[in-house]
């Protein structure tokens, strides 16, 4: 006897027009996503059902609403889709990287800019075999959920989650005021409160999980390490541009366009090169730090396990 419910038998344009639709909440929205007509989607539903012996929908005026059954089918079919398309993107990202083992490593903007992209090049003079492909990205990294990130290097708080290995890059860091050579010379010799006197930049908290606010080192506990009290003529001082990462803040800084607070370890470079001038040396002990995070079973890897051996040697040589 045929067994009509092997895979070789199941009806796949029949389930993936179902998914769309199921997902989308309409025929319509999914024949848009599926390059066909409704009504085309509407064959393949009925199809489907008649497959399986069940309703899915109850057509309604202008909606649908799944039946329980259908409930069951979409919370499959979505997962299984959604699975496939995560894994055919990575296997085509992989095809283009030109290597089974690149690694992909996921980093704020900031540090992926101002510190990691300058000392790549020793990793991959020491492991040419191993490809990389680097992700600049604010948003917070699901090592769980999503597969094609191996390593996220990430600012914040300290992060606990099962399952997650998370080691901090550098013990303490230190927030600085930093600018460009022509305000650091207007400010020789004057009181930090000359600050006020100029732009001063803002920077975006970095991100968190949900329902958790960021300790935050910004020019109000810059000002009260500075033993300034914050009044109102100051305040008004603190309306500068707002930049969504640090990485823009201190680039405004280079071009004079103000004074930027940013960690230390992210300015060294600028400091040392010239571009950039600290121009008092108040500091604040950074509420927040750099991380390295991966997943526990697949420290032993052998591409994780190089990539986090290299970047332990480079942040252990920053003074």
């Known amino acids: 006897m045929t067994n009509t419910n092997s895979v070789a038998f199941l009806p796949w344009t029949a389930l993936r027009s179902f998914e769309a639709a199921s997902r989308l909440g309409s025929f319509l929205a999914a024949s848009r996503e599926l390059s066909v007509t409704p009504t085309a989607i509407s064959h393949q539903i009925k199809r489907l059902e008649e497959h399986l012996g069940s309703r899915l929908f109850e ?22 889709f959604s699975g496939l398309a995560r894994t055919i993107d990575r296997l085509q990202v992989e095809g283009h990287a030109g290597a089974a083992h690149d690694l992909a490593i996921s980093v704020v903007p900031s540090l992926a800019g101002k510190w990691l992209t300058p000392r790549l090049h020793g990793f ?35 992060r606990a989650e099962r ?49 958790r606010s960021p300790p935050s080192a910004d020019w109000n506990a810059w000002f009260k390490a500075a033993g300034i009290p914050v009044d109102a003529a100051l305040r008004r001082a603190l309306t500068g541009p707002f930049f969504s990462t640090t990485h823009l803040s201190i680039e405004a800084a280079i071009a004079g366009r103000g004074i930027a607070l940013a960690p230390r370890i992210l300015v060294a470079a600028d400091i040392a090169a010239g571009r950039l001038i600290q121009p008092f040396a108040t500091s604040l002990v950074d509420p927040n730090g750099f991380w390295l995070l991966c997943r526990k079973d697949r420290l032993t890897e052998s591409g994780i396990k190089a990539f986090i051996g290299w970047i332990r040697r480079e942040a252990a040589r920053v003074e």
């Open 124 to 158: 991959q003079e020491r492991h040419p075999r191993i490809g990389l492909r680097i992700i600049a990205d604010e948003a917070l990294a699901d090592l769980k959920g999503d597969k094609t990130v191996d390593i996220a290097l990430r600012y914040g708080p300290a």
């Open 163 to 211: 399952g997650i290995h998370a080691e901090r890059l550098w013990p303490e860091t230190e927030v600085i005021a930093v600018c460009g050579k022509p305000i650091a010379r207007k400010l020789a010799k004057r009181p930090p409160i000359d600050l006020a006197r100029h732009m001063l930049i803002r920077t975006a908290p970095p991100k968190t999980p949900a329902n």
């Open 59 to 80: 057509r309604l005026h202008r909606a649908l609403k799944l039946t329980p059954a259908g409930r069951i089918l979409a919370r499959e079919t979505q997962k299984a």
